[in-house]
């Protein structure tokens, strides 16, 4: 760690050239429980309105504190799954209730889960965590009802996102947020300045986004302009603004660039060389070759999981970061957990011994027929069920401090979550936030931790 920005893989600054960003939830930041909120109340309008939903819907309240990034969706079942780095199944919810083990166990075994299955609908996006809500609360609403008023679960599954993908592409929710822009954007001086240093360091900065040219303009103009000095706007300060990009296709597709006019938002075709300027769509590869640039010139900060990091480490070869606003939360919980992870790992290490005592003794009453003290293999079982029961209590205060249903964001029990495990293959660093990043030097050399394989432990 250098900073607050975590590495994943080894990054020079000093040899990156062009620093991109995503705008929302990256540039510019939103207050995302806000911006849930809305997401929430326009869905369930929208599943009432062109769906046919009951009316029903528009009593259920949102809880932004019940879902996580990360999560999925099994279409079929109704169920909200957390899984590990291997896809193994850890904790599993269907509709709000947490799901008894004995029906988990019997509805997926031990079943790894494969993500490239339909059946299943990754949440992993900032904008998803009202998904998840609404479509668990529209499951409990078609269990409890006897006149069967409610599709399928994975209809529903399918309605909520459709409804979602409405939201976003016909301004629904945009409009609500240029109406009262305080209430959904969140001002920050440090970004602009920090941007600024790295133009003195000879970076070029580029903004690189699935939003249109008109809501780009207002949020940059919102978030950006205040600080700018001596009457420079947004336009001084980016090199190139790239408008409804449609990442991910933006990073292995050949869209074509339409240059835009800044007065009016009109465009047209891009016959030219690509270069500096206000652009809609395009194509990354067009990007780096006329710019001359290689792929490791250029780093790229998102906080979309698939739609700026995972597919843009596998189509192009620009170094990758990603944004995770949430885990401040979990690095402070972290932290206060810290006291309680040192006793579990004092009373394992108590029991540790004990158990290969007990396992000596059963081994040679099996193996060997040999006679064993009796009263002390159930007295080996007595100790070690009662430091178990000591664990299990400890667990259960550490597991209160982070996400109540779903524990850590960034684990699940005591192995990577999937979210995690995703994170460290595709992004070379991350932070909470973009200040993070630009509060360092511009010549910052960011080291990976050598990171000790299990038979080096020991």
């Known amino acids: 760690m250098t900073g607050k920005v975590y590495v994943n893989r080894t990054l020079n600054l000093k040899r990156i050239r062009y620093i991109g960003f995503d705008m929302d939830h990256t540039l510019v930041r939103y207050n995302s429980e806000n911006f849930e909120r809305l997401s929430h109340t326009t869905m369930i309008d929208k599943l009432i309105r062109g769906k046919g939903y009951p009316e029903a819907l528009r009593k259920l309240l949102f809880d932004y504190k019940f879902a996580i990034r990360g999560l999925v969706i099994d279409r079929q079942k109704g169920n909200l799954l957390k899984l590990n780095r291997y896809t193994a199944i850890r904790a599993s ?91 959904y954007i969140i001002k920050d001086e440090s970004v602009v300045r920090g941007l600024e240093k790295f133009l003195k360091h000879g970076k070029k900065i580029f903004v690189l986004t699935n939003s249109d040219f008109h809501y780009s303009k207002l949020l940059l103009d919102y978030a950006i302009n205040p600080f700018m000095k001596d009457g420079k706007t947004w336009h001084d300060m980016f090199e190139i603004v790239i408008t409804l990009a449609s990442k991910p296709k933006f990073f292995y597709e050949d869209q074509k660039f339409l240059v835009v006019n800044p007065q009016d938002g009109t465009m047209t075709n891009l016959n030219n060389k690509f270069g500096a300027g206000i652009y809609q769509g395009g194509n990354a590869k067009k990007f780096t070759e006329d710019l001359g640039l290689a792929g490791d010139d250029i780093l790229y900060i998102g906080d979309h999981i698939y739609g700026d990091i995972l597919r843009l480490k596998k189509d192009c070869n620009w170094r990758t970061a990603m944004v995770i606003e949430e885990l401040a939360e979990e690095i402070a919980n972290n932290k206060e957990a810290e006291p309680t992870n040192q006793e579990i790992e004092v009373l394992m290490r108590k029991k540790e011994p004990l158990e290969d005592d007990l396992t000596g003794m059963m081994t040679k009453k099996i193996e060997k027929h040999a006679d064993v003290n009796e009263t002390s293999i159930e007295q080996l079982q007595k100790t070690i069920s009662e430091i178990d029961a000591q664990i299990s209590q400890h667990i259960k205060r550490q597991q209160a401090l982070y996400n109540e249903h779903w524990g850590q964001l960034m684990r699940a029990g005591n192995e990577e979550s999937y979210f995690a495990y995703q994170l460290d293959r595709y992004a070379c660093v991350y932070m909470t936030k973009i200040p993070d990043l630009l509060e360092l030097s511009p010549r910052t050399y960011f080291r990976a931790p050598r990171r000790p394989l299990s038979h080096e432990l020991y």
Do not use: C, W
């Open 93 to 183: 919810y269907h509709g709000m209730k947490p799901l008894d083990f004995k029906i988990h166990q019997k509805l997926y075994k031990s079943t790894y889960i494969d993500l490239s299955n339909p059946n299943y609908m990754a949440v992993d996006t900032s904008f998803s965590i009202s998904l998840a809500v609404l479509f668990a609360q529209i499951v409990d609403l078609k269990d409890n009802d006897k006149a069967n008023t409610y599709p399928e679960y994975a209809q529903i599954a399918d309605d909520v996102l459709d409804a979602l993908d409405e939201a976003h592409r016909d301004g629904s929710l945009k409009d609500e947020v240029k109406k009262n822009l305080s209430h």
